[in-house]
């Protein structure tokens, strides 16, 4: 019986080796997985391969998933990642090695880092802050002919000290200037900040990062910062030199685009014309900077047009004010 015993083991043996799977190609999670803050609204994420990591003929990337102050995640095959935003909650984010030509092969675990939020006592940051930007003909320099001001408000924190003053940055590209002008409330705390002359450019795509922190004897005083579209904030110039004359039954207006470095192809129009003698308002939507219509009846009419920057050149935003009414009238009024 001892034959067939060795027999029989031998065969489990066998069974037992074919069963065992192949030996998986593993991918490690990345190491040194550092963030840090390299300037005012922007973090630097910087990882290393894993050393550990088998050599197979496969390409590597990597996950990274933002998890704080809001959720976001891409692929890149760098090792570095410089991202935008709001720094005053902190910032989390998680990364991963994944292959990039074999989607077959699962990804690495993830690893985490994190920049905690900066210190300050609750209440004492500003609220409501709020920005505006605007065009003026630059008469200093050909090279700029256009030069942008910001004006920023905010309130004061609820829990903030009497003796808090507060300090605001702004950062656009890898210009960062600090307000030299502020206006103040009763205790004398800054609340409004005027920049007359800034490094912002009204054609732009890139955020506009403003920064709030601020001192106090009693208290830490808690950062806050925000990102600002500049179509969001940008306030459009009227159109300039509006005129208007009446020929026979025609109602002929004219005007020029609003100053800023825009060109002219870049502007939507709205006219509204005031029929005085009858009380009713007409408004119309144009594309071109004329505007002719048949009048009936003698009257006079005031005239005002607005403008906004074409969502062929930038993304939408909001309109100019009105322009200063003018007026005209039929040359047949008594």
Request: aromatic letters at 10%.
């Given at each position: 019986m ?8 031998g ?51 990597y ?21 935008i ?12 090695t ?13 690893v ?18 709020t ?26 924190g ?45 054609k ?28 969001a904030?940008?306030?459009v ?15 002929s ?8 470095a ?18 009713y ?18 009257s ?9 920057v ?6 939408v ?6 322009s200063?009414p ?6 047949k009024?008594?």
């Amino acid at each position: 019986m001892a034959p067939a015993s060795l027999i029989l083991l031998g065969a489990t043996v066998i069974l037992q080796v074919d069963l065992l799977p192949d030996k998986k190609f593993l991918l490690l999670p990345p190491v040194n997985f550092t963030i840090k803050a390299i300037n005012l609204a922007q973090v630097l994420l910087r990882w290393e391969p894993n050393t550990d990591q088998e050599q197979r003929n496969v390409q590597l990337g990597y996950h990274v998933k933002i998890n704080a102050p809001q959720e976001e995640d891409y692929e890149t095959r760098n090792t570095e990642s410089r991202r935008i935003t709001i720094l005053h909650k902190g910032f989390s984010a998680s990364v991963q090695t994944v292959p990039w030509n074999d989607r077959s092969l699962q990804p690495s675990s993830w690893v985490s880092a994190e920049l905690r939020a900066p210190p300050g006592s609750p209440g004492t940051s500003i609220v409501n802050l709020t920005c505006t930007t605007n065009t003026k003909a630059n008469n200093y320099t050909h090279l700029r002919p256009y030069q942008v001001s910001l004006h920023c408000t905010w309130l004061v924190g609820k829990d903030a000290p009497e003796d808090t003053q507060y300090f605001l940055y702004y950062r656009y590209g890898s210009w960062t200037e600090e307000c030299q002008e502020y206006s103040k409330d009763t205790l004398q705390r800054n609340i409004a900040c005027w920049f007359p002359r800034t490094f912002i450019n009204s054609k732009g795509r890139d955020l506009l990062a403003v920064y709030v922190n601020g001192s106090s004897e009693e208290a830490v005083i808690k950062p806050f910062d925000e990102l600002f579209a500049l179509h969001a904030i940008d306030r459009v110039n009227p159109p300039a030199k509006v005129t208007a004359e009446i020929e026979g039954t025609c109602l002929s207006i004219q005007w020029e685009k609003p100053v800023s470095a825009f060109p002219v192809h870049c502007f939507d129009y709205e006219v509204k014309i005031y029929n005085t003698r009858k009380g009713y308002f007409q408004t119309e939507k144009m594309t071109t900077n004329t505007f002719i219509s048949v009048i009936d009846g003698i009257s006079e009419y005031s005239i005002q047009v607005r403008a906004a920057v074409s969502s062929v050149c930038r993304a939408v935003g909001p309109s100019s004010e009105w322009s200063q009414p003018i007026y005209v009238e039929d040359s047949k009024t008594e």
